[in-house]
């Protein structure tokens, strides 16, 4: 995916959750995005903030978000009711611009015009730009009803700006036995046949299923994103 692609499903979301670290505790904020080009996703605050403050030290930010967050609701069995949409997170790294770099950039990117303009009447704002400019994401696409394909997940997972993802799921190893029974269990219709069996990642969702079913151990945990 383009960095344009993953900024227009963020901002199809619109309203993100945005983290950083402070000290040894996790700090999140309610956050929008301020436009991307070729070199990132631009974010802004205000240099007096905690926030600002905390990105300019740490330089690592955490970002997601839901298309669609409604109240989860369930049946009279008490099957959860999960309206289908995607979950978006991002891992990355953050790159202070000063005020010069933003009204440079803004001369061709219209998405940096809005910086400029809270530049001008928000002095704090002059000093509370950044550029995501290295990241990693995971797009979880859900359709748990199976109303628009025959499976419940597609997961996208990708980077940019150099930085290395790990792909979806668990691994299955060479101690395989061809039993079948991970792929009997698995709801998510992501384990196919083969020597030996092996997980479709982007339908994965690492639920543990075929872990805890295995009677030889075959099955590796998976790695963070
Ligand atoms: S349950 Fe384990 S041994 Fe059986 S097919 Fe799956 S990975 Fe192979
Ligand atoms: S972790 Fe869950 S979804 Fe993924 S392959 Fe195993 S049983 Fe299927």
Redesign the pocket.
């Known amino acids: 995916m383009t960095i344009k692609e993953i900024y227009e499903k963020f901002e199809a979301v619109g309203v993100l959750t945005a983290s950083t670290v402070c000290g040894n505790e996790v700090h999140s904020r309610i956050m929008h995005l301020n436009g991307y080009d070729e070199k990132g996703i631009y974010i802004r605050t205000m240099w007096n903030k905690p926030y600002g403050r905390q990105l300019k030290e740490t330089g690592k930010i955490t970002l997601c978000g839901a298309s669609d967050a409604r109240i989860l609701g369930h049946n009279e069995d008490g099957v959860p009711d999960f309206p289908g949409g995607y979950a978006i997170r991002l891992i990355g790294e953050v790159q202070y611009l000063d005020e010069d770099e933003i009204r440079r950039r803004a001369k061709t990117n219209e998405g940096l015009k809005t910086a400029v303009y809270d530049m001008d009447h928000y002095p704090a704002m002059k000093k509370g730009n950044f550029i995501i400019n290295r990241g990693k994401f995971d797009i979880f696409d859900y359709d748990f009803e199976c109303i628009n394909r025959d499976h419940k997940v597609l997961r996208t997972r990708g980077s940019f700006g150099g930085m290395e993802y790990n792909k979806v799921g668990p691994t299955?190893t060479d101690?395989?036995?061809?039993?079948?029974?991970?792929?009997k269990n698995c709801t998510f219709k992501a384990?196919k046949e083969g020597s030996?069996?092996s997980v479709i990642p982007e339908r994965c969702d690492d639920c543990g299923t075929?872990i805890e079913?295995?009677?030889?151990d075959?099955?590796e945990l998976s790695k963070s994103m």
């Open positions: 299955i101690k395989c036995i061809k039993c079948g029974v991970c792929m384990i030996p069996y075929c079913n295995c009677p030889v075959a099955i």
